[in-house]
């Protein structure tokens, strides 16, 4: 881990409540997912959701708008259909 002070004025947008996407292990010896999209809500509520829905593990991301798709930036775990990286 790194840590360095930064200005943080060289933000230029904020997103108050940003796409989530939840991943939800349904089946970990056959890397079976379930993904869901969560919307108007704070990172500390899609966590609780994914606690009480997801027994078996979860992964958390933001996703965000670029020009060919979307763009994934994890918050909680990785990508469990990753079978090179543990969920």
């Given at each position: 881990m790194r840590?360095?002070?930064?200005?943080?004025?060289?933000?230029?947008?904020?997103v108050?409540?940003?796409?989530?996407?939840v991943w939800?292990v349904?089946?970990?010896?056959?890397?079976a997912?379930?993904?869901?999209?969560?919307v108007?809500?704070?990172?500390d509520?899609?966590e609780?959701?994914a606690?009480?829905n997801?027994?078996?593990?979860?992964s958390?991301a933001?996703?965000?708008?670029?020009s060919?798709g979307?763009e994934c930036?994890w918050?909680?775990g990785?990508d469990?259909?990753a079978?090179s990286r543990?969920?």
């Amino acid at each position: 881990m790194r840590i360095e002070l930064v200005d943080e004025r060289d933000i230029v947008q904020e997103v108050e409540l940003p796409r989530f996407r939840v991943w939800v292990v349904e089946d970990r010896a056959n890397l079976a997912v379930s993904v869901h999209e969560i919307v108007e809500a704070t990172l500390d509520e899609v966590e609780a959701w994914a606690q009480k829905n997801a027994p078996k593990g979860y992964s958390i991301a933001v996703v965000r708008p670029v020009s060919d798709g979307l763009e994934c930036i994890w918050l909680r775990g990785t990508d469990p259909n990753a079978a090179s990286r543990p969920a």
